[in-house]
């Protein structure tokens, strides 16, 4: 049972990146699905979030109107479309999968921004 973040990289700022969370081992039908960062020297945070039909999405400030999370529950994976990056979005990228009881965490995926 895991979940595997990847789509990470170097960009620019100004740049899109999508990451993708390939889930295994368990379905993603019932799981909360969501992205977070950590930043170096900073706390880890709930970037954005999504239902379990997908039709509820959530983000936090900073990313609003840039990121977009979604899911294929037939691909069994959840991604995170990033645009117009800025310096300030460097962090490792974590994925995390909820359901009463139950909860999975990737390694991550780093992403730099920088020119």
């Known amino acids: 049972v895991q979940v595997v973040e990847s789509g990470g990289g170097l960009v620019q700022p100004g740049g899109s990146l999508k990451l993708s969370c390939a889930a295994s081992g368990f379905s993603i039908r019932e799981y909360y699905m969501s992205w977070y960062r950590q930043a170096p020297g900073k706390e880890h945070e709930l970037v954005a979030w999504i239902s379990v039909t997908g039709d509820s999405t959530n983000y936090i400030d900073s990313v609003k109107g840039r990121f977009a999370i979604s899911r294929d529950n037939a691909k069994n994976t959840v991604y995170l479309q990033m645009n117009s990056l800025k310096p300030e979005d460097t962090a490792v990228y974590y994925c995390?999968?909820?359901?009463?009881?139950?909860?999975?965490w990737g390694r991550g995926t780093q992403v730099t921004v920088s020119a």
């Open positions: 995390h999968a909820r359901t009463p009881g139950y909860w999975y």
